[in-house]
T-cell receptor, first 115, second 112 residues
Framework: EAQVTQNPRYLITVTGKKLTVTCSQN?????MSWYRQDPGLGLRQIYY???????DKGDVPEGYKVSRKEKRNFPLILESPSPNQTSLYFC??????????????FGDGTRLSIL | AQTVTQSQPEMSVQEAETVTLSCTYD???????LFWYKQPPSRQMILVIR??????QNATENRFSVNFQKAAKSFSLKISDSQLGDTAMYFC?????????FGSGTKLNVKP
């Protein structure tokens, strides 16, 4: 089954404790992206990757890191989480961004709470 | 940076009726993509329809169609014959070279 898998699905942690949200896709997609969703703000892109070893900042990259060492994985790293990073996070992938018949496949989301 | 504005936080429509969701955006780019995504209560993000800015013809997908006005920077979504399963948050999105910008969303309630 074609899917984007995020882990964990839920996490409650404390300020300053480094955490990683993993994202893996099994569709051989070139493009991967991370978003955060907050009430009243819609989705905001954090980082995206057009291909292996190529990553670019989205609209809200501050406080986050990513890496794309292999095509299938695109982890999101919070080195020193703060309460304003409490949010619902989505990972997505597609063959190319916006291509015809190539919709972004989204993961099920990760609910992060930073106390 | 580009901005995407959805001015209708919430809308309601009777089952089988037609509803139009509004979206405007601000950009100086000439080539880009526009999308409508649906997020039902399950939280899954589902692509509804996409439009390439260089194409004048409005995109359609079954009951969903768009009114793309490039000069006005407007990209509205029309849902015909609304169904209960259309109840969801709808997000308008702009994309250029992999960088996405989403609107704040419109919550659509389809009433029986």
């Amino acid at each position: 089954e074609a899917q984007v898998t995020q882990n964990p699905r839920y996490l409650i942690t404390v300020t300053g404790k480094k955490l990683t949200v993993t994202c893996s896709q099994n569709m051989n997609h070139e493009y991967m992206s991370w978003y955060r969703q907050d009430p009243g703000l819609g989705l905001r892109q954090i980082y995206y990757s057009m291909n292996v070893e190529v990553t670019d900042k989205g609209d809200v990259p501050e406080g986050y890191k990513v890496s794309r060492k292999e095509k299938r994985n695109f982890p999101l790293i919070l080195e020193s989480p703060s309460p304003n990073q409490t949010s619902l996070y989505f990972c997505a992938s597609s063959l190319t961004p916006g291509g015809p018949y190539q919709p972004q496949h989204f993961g099920d989301g990760t609910r992060l709470s930073i106390l | 940076a580009q901005t995407v504005t959805q001015s209708q936080p919430e809308m309601s429509v009777q089952e089988a009726e037609t509803v139009t969701l509004s979206c405007t955006y601000d950009t100086s780019e000439s080539n880009y993509y526009l999308f409508w995504y649906k997020q039902p209560p399950s939280r899954q993000m589902i692509l509804v329809i996409r439009q390439e800015a260089y194409k004048q013809q409005n995109a359609t997908e079954n009951r969903f169609s768009v009114n793309f006005q490039k000069a006005a920077k407007s990209f509205s979504l029309k849902i015909s014959d609304s169904q209960l399963g259309d109840t969801a948050m709808y997000f308008c999105a702009f994309m250029k070279q992999g960088k996405f910008y989403f609107g704040s969303g419109t919550k659509l309630n389809v009433k029986p």
